[in-house]
Structures are given as structure tokens and as C-alpha cells.
């Protein structure tokens, strides 16, 4: 079980950016993909960002591609989601998940994510 933090959240106008953080406890985080996740209020969890273990693939939820980037610091066992162009429909609880396996293939499914942090908010307004 990997434990993870988020943090950098807030309140922020639309057009503005904020950059999300996801501290891990583990030394096995760097053997795991990562993704981020969100769910609006009265929504569905949704997909937003993942990355492989190296950092070399990364995929994007169609909503966010090419406003949102994500990466990864292994050394630091911490993953960043940097948020540009921010929308209202950007608000949102963002989860940072761990997949459950080691290595394999990259997921965007949350079923195969095993471990998750507690969330950040981030709300966007118009």
C-alpha cells in the first residue's frame, strides 16, 4: 500500500493555473504508474492524467490535453499535475492514485489504481 498527500489546491479564476502535488510515502512508489483523477460535484470520478514509472508515457483525458501536464520527480517520490488555462468545469476534488501492480501496462481505468490520497480541491471560477 502506497500513501499518498495531495496538495495545491484552491481558488483560482478561469484562464488562471495552479500546479498540484502528490507526495508518496513509499520507496515502491517509483515501480508504480500514477494518475490523477477528479470528481465534480454530483459527478462520476473521471480519468484526467497518468504516467509510467520512468515518466516517459504519459496520457491525458481528451478535457485536459494540452493544458494540463504531468510528471514526476522519483528521487522526491512525488508526482505534479500543472494546471493551465483552468476552466469552471475544471472544479473539481483531484485524487492522486497509485496503480496496484508493479511496472505493467499504463491504465487509465481507476480500478486498477489500489492506492489513493485523500484529495484536493480545486475550484474555478467564472
Known sequence: Q?????SGGGLVQAGGSL???CAASVFTFRMRHIAWFRQAPGKER???ACITVNGETTEYADSVKGRFTISRDNAKKSVL???????PEDTAIYYCAAKQTLYGEISM???DFGSWGQGTHVTVSS
Open 19 to 21: 500546479r498540484l502535488s
Open 109 to 111: 481505468r481507476s480500478s
Open 46 to 48: 473521471e480519468f484526467v
Open 2 to 6: 502506497v500513501q499518498l498527500v495531495e
Open 81 to 87: 499535475l500543472q494546471l493551465n488555462s483552468l476552466k
